[in-house]
Structures are given as structure tokens and as C-alpha cells.
């Protein structure tokens, strides 16, 4: 009898197609790319003195804010939820699902607490060139959580 408890034999990866980002609870914003999803500690080195040649590691408080980047076709939308200098309320939640047919089946969700909209490059227009204009949104975060379900990626194998 194989152990569900803890189940990690790396064979239900989760591809990186099939995911949306959640503004304000309510609205979705569908997305070409998201980028630079990355939350890094600061470090101060201390080097011991003598004979050992030991480093220590002290975290440093926090001198810049974590970002990371929207990908969107640009389109005729009512509302845009990431209008540049918007400071949001809720957080920003990104789900990422199994397949684009289950979209309740959240695999992963990011959580993005303390947004800003920080900067907006609207992309590239060339006329010798066909493709769809996109726009690339910088969100600042003060802080992120990362939850997986795992009982979603397991539930078939019970």
C-alpha cells in the first residue's frame, strides 16, 4: 500500500499554461505571461575571526519591494483592473490549474498581499510585422504565499 500522506514521487507536475490572475476578488484578468515571480531575502555576511573561516548569515531588512510582471493582449476592456499607480486593496491571486477545462481544480495559488502597479510598457506596433499588441504590467508586492493542493493532483490515484 503506497503512503498518500506524504507523496512525493515528482510524478504529477503541473504545466505552466493554464493559470489566471484574480484582481480585487472579482475580476479575472486573463494573461499571456506572468514573469519574474521571485521573493528574495537579503543577507549580511559576518565573517568570524581567528583560525575557522566560518561565514554567518544575518538577513537584512527588506530595501526594495518584491515585483514581479503581467503579459496581456491589449484589448477593449470596461475596466482595467491594473491601471498604472493603482494601490489595491485585496490581494492578487494567481491560480494555476491541471488543465484549462478544470477551472476549479486550483493546483497552486500565489498570493500577492500590498500590490502596486508600478510601471506599464504598452508594447511594440510594427508594420512589417503581424502579431498582437501586448502589454506588459509591473506589479509591486510586500509579501507572497505560496499554497499548493496536492489533494487535487492526488484525488484520481485514491
Not at 22 to 48: G, S, T
Request: aromatic content about 12%; glycine content about 6%.
Amino acid at each position: 500500500m503506497a503512503n498518500y500522506f506524504i507523496y512525493n514521487q515528482g510524478t504529477a507536475v503541473m504545466p505552466a499554461y493554464s493559470f489566471i490572475l484574480r484582481v480585487e476578488a472579482a475580476i479575472d484578468v486573463p494573461c499571456r505571461a506572468v514573469k519574474n515571480l521571485r521573493q528574495e531575502n537579503e543577507f549580511e555576511y559576518i565573517q568570524e575571526g581567528g583560525l575557522n573561516d566560518y561565514v554567518h548569515m544575518k538577513r537584512k531588512p527588506v530595501s526594495k519591494p518584491f515585483s514581479f510582471q503581467v503579459e496581456r493582449y491589449a484589448g477593449i476592456d470596461y475596466v482595467d483592473p491594473l491601471t498604472l499607480g493603482t494601490q489595491l486593496s485585496l490581494p492578487i491571486l494567481l491560480f494555476v490549474y491541471d488543465r484549462p477545462d478544470q477551472v476549479v481544480n486550483v493546483h497552486r495559488a500565489y498570493t500577492f498581499m500590498g500590490c502596486v502597479v508600478t510601471a506599464k510598457d504598452y508594447g511594440e506596433l510594427d508594420a512589417e510585422k503581424s502579431g498582437l499588441l501586448v502589454e506588459t504590467t509591473t506589479i509591486a508586492f510586500q509579501e507572497m504565499l505560496c499554497v499548493d493542493t496536492p489533494w487535487n493532483a492526488y484525488s484520481n490515484h485514491m
